[in-house]
């Protein structure tokens, strides 16, 4: 079965830096979204993507965060300066453009803001 | 505003045994409700959706709209079941899951 690919699994970085999560989607999928999830709380949704822009964002997705699916196959996550709280596990997931209404997710990045 | 409320953090029942996860909800329109499962070591995966009315590896979901809830039931737990489970919603925008916290189920032989 195809599946959504995540790189890296784990992510160690430096208050501060910028960092770049890629994902990607499985090929015939137009719907593509990031959630994330600090440990010990639960799965929180950070916004959908969909014909090249974002169709919905939440109110955690700030102006630190955006998003780009730089070519045919990746999409992005990218953090400008991240804060000790960016610190989480974050899922990208993607979806058929039509019937069935059922999110793939990723194995997830573990991001760690030091 | 929507929420999904998990209350149970474990469940810990014997195999063979019946299994229950609750889950209620808020939400002033007519929601979409899922249930994910993750089992160790693996990523998060579709179980249920209530529209499908379906059963998969012999759990089952009913949306129960009076007293907002959506239960997943099974009537003999496998050791294969013992997962991370979770309740989601879906409003008016699709893709836009709101989970539960989560309920970890542990099978012992």
């Known amino acids: 079965e195809p599946e959504v690919t995540q790189t890296p699994s784990h992510q160690v970085t430096q208050m501060g830096q910028e960092v770049i999560l890629r994902c990607v989607p499985i090929?015939?999928?137009?719907?593509f979204y990031w959630y994330r999830q600090i440990l010990g709380q639960k799965v929180e949704f950070l916004v959908s993507f969909y014909n090249n822009e974002i169709s919905e964002k939440s109110e955690i997705f700030d102006d630190q965060f955006s998003v780009e699916r730089p070519d045919g196959s990746n999409f992005t996550l990218k953090i400008r300066s991240t804060k000790l709280e960016d610190s989480a596990m974050y899922f990208c997931?993607?979806?058929?453009?039509?019937?069935?209404?059922?999110?793939?997710f990723g194995s997830g990045t573990q991001l760690s803001v030091l | 505003a929507q929420r999904v409320t998990q209350p149970e953090k474990l469940l810990s029942v014997f195999k063979g045994a019946p299994v229950e996860l609750k889950c209620n909800y808020s939400y002033s329109g007519s929601p979409e409700l899922f249930w994910y499962v993750q089992y160790s070591r693996q990523r998060l995966q579709l179980l249920l959706r209530h529209i499908s009315r379906e059963s998969i590896k012999g759990f089952t979901a009913d949306l129960n709209k009076g007293e907002t809830s959506f239960h997943l039931k099974k009537p003999f737990a496998q050791e294969e079941d013992s997962a991370m489970y979770y309740c989601a919603l879906s409003g008016l925008s699709w893709g836009k899951l709101q989970f539960g916290a989560g309920t970890q189920v542990v099978v012992t032989p």
């Open positions: 997931a993607s979806s058929e453009p039509t019937g069935e209404k059922k999110l793939f």
């Open positions: 090929s015939n999928h137009l719907y």
